[in-house]
């Protein structure tokens, strides 16, 4: 059993970018290779894209952190300390830029509704439009964050737990109500 | 209480992930873009070697900072993203127009002269922030001097908007701009004006720059808006800001008035102290006027005569002590009188006074010719259409001396105070007839150093590597290029045609040029004028095929479909070789007169198919570190923390991803996809992907899965977990069960509720082993 949990421990996550190969690729950019930043960007932008999204709740406003969480982790990346949780370091600063939209859309007093949250232009197919609006439209915040970090990220429970200070249980019972609610939006229709 | 069951989960969370990934940006490009150009502005700050270093240092790891929060700048309303909201032209004296919608991302950036574009360069700023869109042009402003200690002024004019957003919007990126350098920020707002967009529009300037103008020339009447459009921000700013246009705002506050930070640098210039000992020492010379007692009223700097100059104001007093007032203009770069006048002080309205020129020092119209004519190399006997007349040129009276000989126009000014040469030019006179010896003129005009046309024509032929007997329609006419005689010597020879332009006086090559020449048609024997044409390193087609074999690391028996043509490639002929091999398709370019390998390239051929051993030319076209698909496959496995034995629906191909041959290998196991590239060359996992196998029915999957990796049902897991917690199956609620994977082993992440408490477990799928058990107490 102890040695069953310590592997666990050093075994590597395979879902989309194991920690080593992204600290890899930071090391590589704050070395000023920046070509590894374009290796992050697509092992890592669904993940942020998501994340952001299901802060910002708009497909425009989740580009735009999207894009610039990338430059801030170029310029970031020197100060970048290699770790076993870099795409929770990646996830941090795209959730910082994410908070910083929100409080300027407020400073703006933009009203959310006037901006179409996944516009009819987005070049992507209707059944993936409609996955996205429900998940803006029918789960709160913490949900949303909650299906995002495992659904796309691949994050287990207890490391959402951990990312998003959380207690486990609540990352469970949160999760399973939205998987529901979404479940049940998307075979209705 | 309805259970979410394992599969309309899987269902769920594979459309959200697959839906974000459409819907994610994939534009890694923009990003390094960005970045690029955020460290262009860090590059100029660590290597300019000035007192600010560490200014700037601070201002762009500040301006960094304001990226990081996403832009600082906030206010106005909310549009749509592709609309322009605004525009903010940055001047300096390259002229850009930046773009933006409401939420500061920039939709174009637009040069408004060449050294505009110069500064864009390749930078393309779409969707970037407009905080590091102006870092950067600033940056590269600076980078290129545009920018510097001795002209540091910039014009930044913000039109639509609204005004209050725009106020705010200037502030902003003045402040920016202030923060990266100790300079001379002028901000506006531009508000509607057809008339000065007319003439922005006319002069290609920005709309700011136009009002800029506009106001030095309301403000100073003797400017026109033509004579002030060349001149640059900081020198516009001199003049409004020191000039006699002097404005300053006092107060005011119109929305379009121009708000100016800093002061403009007149470091480029001499200075009003120098310029003023200029003046009267001239004044001392021409009008022996006693400068000891002199006064000054005032030196601002000002633009007259085509250049910046200190327009002086001083009394001084003639030796008869006569009190008068002098005016000078003394270019500001030079330090060159470049006008002057004087007049009584006392009886201020009584005209211009015309003192008497201080005599002594001035030359005679003769020697002046006789200077001239010297200078040109020429007999006095030998000019015709003569003419000399008085004038000032840059405050230097001069003798404007022109005449024509053999063939050229002269033209001279000599100064009258010395005799000397101030401005000598000769140029063709195109309405010169030659009265047969053309050549002899040529030769009393040129200096002695100057070629004939046969040894300008033994040069280009040299040069070009031919023989005199092979070229055909060849000219030869003198003419002058950037003021250089020179001989325009065209020919053609063997399918090329030469253009050489060398100079008469030196007979070196100015310019030479080879260019295929499309109307020849070779006469069957292709190969001979290239061997005459080509330097004797010229390769073979044999030779070049030779080489792209070994480079390829094929026989030439085993290789077909075999082409080779020559063409030329970016101005180089070269010989293109394609041909197939073992799968592969080929495709070199070699240099036929180096036998170099300019292009290679080896891609997969699609219509090949393979007979059995398909392994065979891998080995022979790849080099000695390349490996195997079994270690392939194995680094795969490995990495994927997945047995051999539990995977199946393995495929593995070779092919080319982005430039690098790798194995594609796709393999499942229990509920995932895997899906690996790795790079022949070295090895190394160059994409890994897992997701989870939409196709994936637990139950079925035992076929596939010999090691019985999920020989625990559900239902079993489920029991093992109620059995630990000590709790009864009716008792519980919000039941959960997800079979996952974790570190290569297949698990049943297990949660519930029961009582006060939430239970979370971690049940090894083949084995039965709780791994992990929780129970918090539920909130």
């Not at chain 2, 007259?304 to 200190?310: A, D, F, K, N, T």
């Not at chain 2, 003198?478 to 090329?496: L, M, P, Q, T």
């Not at chain 2, 196991?669 to 790795?678: L, M, S």
């Not at chain 2, 029991?719 to 079979?739: F, M, Q, R, W």
């Amino acid at each position: 059993m102890l040695l069953f949990t310590l592997t666990a421990v050093t075994a590597q996550r395979i879902p989309d970018a194991p920690s080593d190969v992204l600290n890899g690729l930071i090391a590589e950019v704050a070395a000023g290779n920046i070509d590894s930043l374009g290796e992050i960007y697509s092992l890592t932008r669904s993940s942020v894209y998501g994340y952001a999204l299901s802060i910002v709740k708009n497909h425009s406003d989740a580009e735009d952190v999207t894009h610039d969480a990338y430059v801030a982790i170029a310029t970031s990346a020197l100060s970048y300390t290699p770790s076993d949780k870099p795409m929770a370091w990646i996830l941090t600063i795209a959730k910082n830029l994410a908070l910083m939209t929100l409080r300027k859309r407020r400073e703006r007093e933009l009203d959310e509704a006037e901006v179409a949250a996944i516009p009819d232009t987005l070049d992507i197919l209707p059944a993936d439009k409609m996955v996205l609006r429900e998940c803006i439209e029918r789960l709160s915040d913490d949900e949303r964050e909650i299906v995002m970090l495992h659904a796309v990220t691949g994050y287990k429970h207890r490391e959402i737990a951990e990312f998003l200070d959380m207690p486990l249980a609540t990352v469970l019972s949160k999760y399973s109500r939205a998987i529901k609610k979404l479940r049940a939006a998307l075979t209705e229709e | 209480m309805k259970k979410t069951t394992k599969n309309e989960e899987m269902t769920v969370n594979a459309r959200v992930r697959t839906a974000v990934e459409n819907a994610a940006p994939n534009d890694a490009a923009s990003v390094i873009n960005d970045v690029k150009a955020g460290q262009s502005v860090m590059v100029e700050t660590q290597t300019k070697k000035t007192k600010r270093r560490g200014a700037w240092r601070a201002v762009v790891a500040a301006a960094l900072a304001l990226v990081l929060m996403g832009g600082a700048f906030a206010g106005g309303m909310y549009f749509s993203d592709a609309r322009v909201a605004s525009i903010v032209a940055l001047d300096v004296n390259p002229s850009i127009e930046i773009s933006v919608n409401k939420k500061e991302r920039v939709l174009d950036v637009r040069a408004l002269n060449d050294d505009a574009a110069a500064i864009i360069g390749d930078m393309d700023f779409k969707g970037s922030t407009l905080d590091v869109t102006v870092n950067a042009l600033v940056g590269a402003m600076v980078r290129e001097g545009y920018l510097s200690d001795i002209a540091n002024s910039i014009l930044v004019s913000v039109d639509g908007g609204g005004d209050e957003y725009a106020s705010r919007l200037r502030e902003h990126v003045s402040n920016l701009i202030g923060a990266m350098f100790d300079g001379a920020v002028m901000t506006q707002t531009v508000t509607p004006d057809k008339e000065l967009d007319a003439l922005a529009d006319k002069y290609g300037i920005t709309k700011g720059k136009a009002r800029l103008i506009a106001e030095i020339t309301t403000q100073n009447p003797r400017h026109t808006f033509e004579e002030l459009v060349a001149l640059s921000i900081n020198e516009l700013n001199l003049i409004r800001t020191t000039g006699a246009a002097g404005a300053e705002n006092s107060g005011s506050s119109r929305p379009d008035d121009i708000v100016s930070q800093g002061t403009p640098s007149a470091g480029a210039y001499i200075g009003a102290d120098k310029a003023y000992e200029n003046a009267l020492a001239h004044a001392a010379s021409n009008y022996g006027a006693v400068t000891d007692a002199a006064a000054l009223i005032k030196a601002p700097l000002d633009y007259e005569h085509g250049v910046m100059v200190y327009e002086l104001e001083f009394y001084a007093y003639s030796a008869d002590g006569e009190h008068f007032e002098f005016e000078y203009d003394v270019n500001a770069k030079t330090g060159e009188i470049v006008g002057f006048e004087c007049e009584l002080a006392d009886k201020g309205d009584s005209g211009i006074y015309q003192p008497p020129v201080v005599s002594g020092s001035s030359v005679p119209e003769s020697e002046a010719k006789a200077t001239a004519l010297s200078h040109a190399g020429v007999k006095e006997s030998d000019i015709y259409a003569y003419t000399c007349k008085r004038d000032f040129e840059n405050g230097v009276e001069v003798y404007e001396i022109d005449f024509k000989c053999a063939g050229y126009e002269y033209d001279y000014e000599i100064a009258v105070a010395t005799g000397a040469i101030v401005k000598s030019n000769k140029e063709v006179d195109d309405d010169y007839r030659a009265p047969e010896t053309t050549k002899a003129p040529e030769t009393t005009a040129a200096p002695s150093t100057s070629v004939t046309e046969a040894e300008a024509k033994a040069t280009a032929l040299k040069h070009a590597g031919v023989n005199e007997s092979d070229i055909y329609t060849y000219t030869c006419k003198r003419d002058f290029e950037n003021g250089v005689e020179v001989y325009e010597i065209d020919f053609k020879c063997a399918g090329y045609e030469y253009d050489y332009e060398i100079a008469v006086a030196t007979g070196k090559i100015v310019k030479s040029n080879k260019e295929v020449d499309d109307d020849y048609r070779a006469l069957e024997t292709t190969k001979a004028p290239e061997t005459t044409a080509a330097p004797s390193t010229a390769v073979t087609e044999a030779e070049a095929k030779a080489t792209a074999l070994a480079h390829a690391g094929v026989k030439e028996s085993a290789i077909y479909a075999y082409t080779c043509k020559r063409d030329f490639e970016n101005g180089v002929e070269v010989y293109e070789i394609d041909f197939k091999c073992a799968g592969y398709e080929y495709d070199y370019e070699i240099a036929i007169a180096t036998g170099k390998i300019v292009k290679s390239n080896k891609e997969v051929d699609d219509d090949y198919r393979a007979p059995e051993t398909t392994k065979a030319p891998e080995t022979t076209a790849a080099p000695s570190t390349s490996v195997t698909e079994a270690e392939a496959k194995a680094a795969a496995l490995s990495h994927a923390g997945v047995k051999e034995s539990d995977i199946y629906a393995y495929t593995c191909k070779r092919d080319f991803e982005n430039g690098v041959e790798v194995y594609e290998i796709d393999f499942k196991c229990a509920g995932y996809e895997y899906d690996y590239e790795i790079a022949i060359a070295t090895g190394k996992i160059v994409k890994s992907n897992k997701e989870v196998d939409d196709d994936y029915h637990h139950d079925e999957h035992d076929d596939h899965n010999t090691s019985g990796s999920a020989s625990v049902t559900a239902e079993q897991a489920k029991s093992i977990a109620l059995t630990h917690a000590n709790v009864d199956a009716g008792s519980i609620y919000d039941y959960e069960c997800e079979l996952d994977r974790e570190h290569g082993t297949d698990v049943y992440e297990i949660s519930f509720k029961s009582g006060r408490y939430e239970y979370e477990y971690e049940i090894n799928a083949s084995t039965g082993a709780i791994i992990k058990s929780d129970r918090e107490i539920d909130d």
